[in-house]
């Protein structure tokens, strides 16, 4: 689903939850206008050319859990970054790759893209063993990337997947 306001309640709702913000720069929100606004950058960011962000939805529940971005669209050269946060109430549980897989077959299959990349802290080792479970390959690091909102510095993992593996693995899954 497309990222909108009709979402505020439940992305405010894991957006006030420590632990959602263990591998981000920022604190929790604190107030539901806090969330609002940061959800406004969201759309805006989704209106223009080069960034796109969609709802996780549990169609069971019928809430929200999540977002699932794509940032730094290049149609030129066929590439972009995946950014993406999920509850805590639901790490683990298969959400992220089932949004993950939809994703890649959108950009490789329907858009045709080269290539996806996305980038994440180094202690951060279940998203980074996810997006490998699902074909990403470790690029490198970028030391002191990050800043926590406690002030610690963190590396950053680039992790990225091709086209061609990319249809290699679903095809193999069928």
Do not use: C
């Not at 962000?53 to 529940?61: A, D, G, V």
């Not at 669209?73 to 946060?85: N, P, Q, V």
């Not at 993992?157 to 679903?170: D, G, Q, R, T």
């Amino acid at each position: 689903m497309r990222i909108n306001e009709n979402g505020l309640a439940d992305m405010h709702e894991y957006s006030t939850k420590h632990e959602f913000y263990e591998y981000l720069e920022f604190e929790p929100f604190k107030s539901i206008q806090e969330t609002s606004d940061y959800l406004a950058k969201l759309i805006e960011r989704s209106d223009s050319e080069n960034g796109h962000y969609w709802f996780i939805n549990n169609k069971l529940e019928k809430i929200i859990i999540g977002t699932f971005g794509l940032l730094n669209i290049d149609t030129r050269k066929s590439i972009t970054e995946i950014g993406y946060g999920i509850s805590p109430d639901y790490w683990g549980k298969g959400y992220f790759k089932e949004a993950l897989t939809m994703v890649l077959n959108f950009l490789f299959e329907e858009l045709k893209f080269y290539k996806v990349w996305a980038k994440t802290q180094s202690n951060n080792i279940s998203s980074i063993k996810s997006l490998e479970k699902s074909g990403f390959t470790k690029e490198g690091i970028m030391r002191d990337f990050y800043l926590s909102n406690k002030g610690e510095r963190y590396d950053a993992v680039f992790l990225s997947i091709l086209k061609e593996e990319y249809l290699l693995i679903a095809n193999n899954s069928k």
